[in-house]
């Protein structure tokens, strides 16, 4: 979908623009937008200037006001700016009236999102999927791709082809996005037959927010090959691998990424990459300890969870991975505030969490390997728990192997 492709052949500059209200602080809207910042780097983008405004809500024009959108068209006209980004989801509306001041190319998350899963797509399955979830974001924008029929013969006297064409391409749209599902429908039965097929192994999957981690410690986990760097949305197609660790062996499920205001169309589009993590018996949530809102990741992660799974309860081994990227500030003696997130060591954090956890979780390094043991252990315990109840004539030789062991 060129509509929303950032070009390959070099960076393009791009501006970000947030808002400050009641439900996201300075502090906050900072962060979303070096999370914002992130997301263009991914996609190739360079970032080379912010804006922000404390509004109430959105204004429903322009989503920022016109003083602020005067200011944006200023810095983008000095600074050879070709793409403005805003941090929410954007109406078709306040795209159209936006790229009318501005004159340069206007995406929202959703659609940089969207730019950089068609980017990281490789497999037939993912494409598809990705298909989908753009013709569905497109569908309503219709009528701000027709307006060049306007501007080209005039509004009067144009506007019943001009309608006639939205229609044309509407009806396209719906064809192909009642096609894509289909193929899906078919995907996700070649998916579960795959997935009967692997017996009664016990099921694990690493989930998380994006650029946690997950597949650097699969690939430690499983001594495989996993696509891993320091991007967004490294993985998108789940990647599953047998896993023995000492004599027990249980399949291992590297997913795709969550994030903050992930879009419901990817998050529908991706229902059969999330089966994996609606048929495990054991999830394994990786959490980056080095970002300084890591609970907050936490909460996305676990929220996209209950949606994913219905509210099942399942047993969760919490990850802290990136140990030796963590970092605090100790609090001077003589300073005498209660302790912020900023002020907690990495002991104080860990027999908090533990507590919190009755000791499913670990600290660990995937990275430089620190812990693995610690987590292998535990999952080596879990799986074996789930295990026994499948082939409970194993029993014997797993407590002479943990004699053995001991």
Known sequence: MKEFVISQESSERAVLVGLVNDSQDEAKVKEYLDELEFLADTAGAETVGRFTQRLDYPNPRTFVGKGKLEEIKAFVEANEVGMVIFDDELTPKQVSNIER????????????????????????????????????????????????????????????PGETQIE?????????????????????????????NRGKLTRVALVGYTNVGKSTLMDLLAKSDVFAENKLFATLDTTVRKVVIDNLPFL????VGF??????????????????????????????????????QIEVVNQTLRDVCGGQDKPTILVFNKIDAFSYKPKDADDLTPATRENLSLDDLRASWMARMNDNCVFISARTGKNIDELKRKLYDMAKEIHLTRFPYNDLLYQNYDEDSE
């Open 101 to 160: 001041e501005l004159q340069v190319k206007i995406l929202d998350r959703t659609s940089l999102i969207l730019d950089i899963f068609a980017r990281r797509a490789q497999t037939a399955h993912a494409k598809t999927q990705v298909e989908l979830a753009q013709y569905q974001y497109l569908l309503p924008r219709l009528t701000r791709l027709w307006t060049h029929l306007e501007r080209q013969r005039g509004g009067i006297g144009m506007r019943g």
């Open 168 to 196: 044309t391409d509407r009806r396209i749209i719906l064809d192909k996005i009642a096609r894509l599902k289909e193929e899906l429908r078919s995907i996700d039965k070649q998916k579960s037959i795959q997935r009967k």
């Open 252 to 255: 291992l499920s590297d997913t």
């Open 259 to 296: 994030i903050r205001k992930l879009p419901t169309g990817l998050i529908e589009s991706f229902k059969s990459t999330l089966d994996e993590v609606r048929e495990a018996d054991i999830l394994v949530h990786v959490v980056d300890i080095s970002h300084p809102n890591f609970e907050e």
